[in-house]
């Protein structure tokens, strides 16, 4: 389907253009046309798909006629990556129409948002602590507005964000559009959404499958040659860039000073890291001067950083889940990638559960010439807390819950 099927105003034509857009994605062809009716939408929706593009264009659509200079149209989101990123395809797609998009998240100086929202600004994409921060000192209004989408709904939940996440819909009109979109469903995400949409369409995209462009291997490894084995994983492949998932912020710093030492070019990106910094990686990452990333899955999420070649888990996530999402990182919108994952007998049943998804064993790799043999080494008291798997979170999400995945309620 191509997008002059929509109708939507010519004036977009231009920003679908710009993008590069020539066929709308099947997310897009479903949810356009609902969203332009002005139906509440449900969509679950694989990374990756074209989902931002999905409502962004619909919002665009509605607020090309009406009133500027005020928030209309109000997008929430859990992480500030995800914002900008957000942002960003607002800006592209609005090329021609003079529409204002500005983002509001917490970790950098509240000034540029404040002038922003003094300038005149009709689409607000926010996080919620800072927006509600912003809100209640009379900075943002939201009165107005017309069109909210609760983007992430299932990781906003992991993190803790679901009470601000209410104050905010008490603080738009009862009388607007809503789509919530959730890779997940747990009973917490289910509930708001019966509060806050209203017979929503939905659309479901066949999640929990990874995407087919991306080849998975196994590495059984000792947890003690991790490291080892991962340098020599990068020394034999040709990647072009690779995202390397870890369990802890800890472990993702020491990972990547190791391969720094190595001679790669690499960067990391956690939530301990300064809003700044956390930019300044991302960038570099994307524009190719870091090579390797390594990441917490604060980045699993919705990130949409082109070509990369490789994903590589060194740490297996804690659900099938978090898995899709990491991979999801690579083999976007019909590139091919890798997944490599290094497994130790503790995974064994996430592996299981891979497979049942997949509906396919996935293939183990052991490196012929890396020597598996050298034993465990004695461990101190000081290094038995950290090289252990950590126990799981407990479920009570803290407001700023640091990037920790939280279990997910079936
Ligand atoms: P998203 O799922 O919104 O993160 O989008 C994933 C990627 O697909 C982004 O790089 C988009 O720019 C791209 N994309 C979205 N819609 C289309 C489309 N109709 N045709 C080609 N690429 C698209």
Redesign the pocket.
């Known amino acids: 389907m191509n ?1 002059e099927q929509f109708n939507l105003d010519s004036r977009l034509m231009h920003g679908i253009k710009n ?7 099947p ?2 062809e479903a949810a356009i046309p609902a969203a332009m009716r002005g139906r509440d939408v449900i969509g679950t ?1 694989q ?8 409502f962004i264009l619909p919002i665009l659509n509605k607020l090309i006629n009406g009133p500027r200079g005020m928030p209309r149209a109000l997008i929430v989101t859990p992480t500030r990556e995800l914002a900008e ?1 957000i942002h960003q ?1 607002a800006k592209m797609l609005s090329v021609g129409t003079k529409i204002r998009s500005t983002t509001i998240y917490g970790g950098v100086t509240a000034s540029r948002q404040i002038k922003a929202l003094k300038d005149g600004v009709e689409i607000l994409v926010a996080c919620p602590g800072r927006l509600l921060d912003l809100v209640n000192q009379r900075h943002a209004k939201l009165d107005r507005i017309e069109v909210l989408v609760l983007d992430e709904a299932d990781r906003m939940f992991d993190m803790g964000f679901l009470p601000d996440v209410r104050r905010i819909i008490k603080a738009v009109p009862a009388k607007r559009q809503t789509m919530l979109f959730s890779a997940t469903f747990p009973a917490e995400v289910e509930q708001l959404a019966a509060q806050s949409l209203v017979e929503p369409q939905k659309i479901a995209m066949g999640i929990s499958k990874p995407a087919h462009t991306v080849t998975h291997a196994l590495y059984p490894v000792p947890q003690h040659l991790k490291s080892g084995l991962l340098l020599k994983i990068l020394k034999q492949t040709d990647t072009n860039s690779v995202l390397i998932f870890t369990r802890t912020k800890h472990r993702a710093d020491k990972i990547a000073r190791q391969i720094a030492h190595a001679g790669h070019k690499v960067t990391s990106l956690h939530s301990n890291r300064s809003q700044g910094q956390r930019q300044n990686a991302l960038n570099g990452f994307k524009s190719g001067h870091f090579h390797i990333m390594v990441a917490t899955d604060i980045a699993a999420r ?1 990130l ?1 950083i ?1 070509s990369i070649s490789h994903v590589i888990n060194f740490d297996m996530p804690d659900t099938a889940d978090a898995y899709i999402h990491r991979i999801g990182r690579t083999g ?2 019909q590139r091919t990638g890798d997944a490599f994952t290094l497994v130790t007998p503790d995974d064994d049943d996430m592996i299981r559960k891979l497979e049942r998804i997949m509906k396919e064993p996935i293939k183990k790799i052991t490196l012929e010439d890396f020597d598996y043999s050298p034993p465990a080494p004695p461990r101190s008291a000081h290094d038995r807390g950290r090289g252990a798997r950590p126990p799981r979170p407990a479920p009570t999400p803290k407001r700023f819950g640091k990037n920790r995945l939280a279990p997910r309620r079936k």
């Open positions: 997008f993008a590069g857009y020539e066929a709308a994605t997310i897009q929706a990374t990756g798909t074209g989902k931002t593009a999905a990123q395809v919705g949409d082109e976007r919108a």
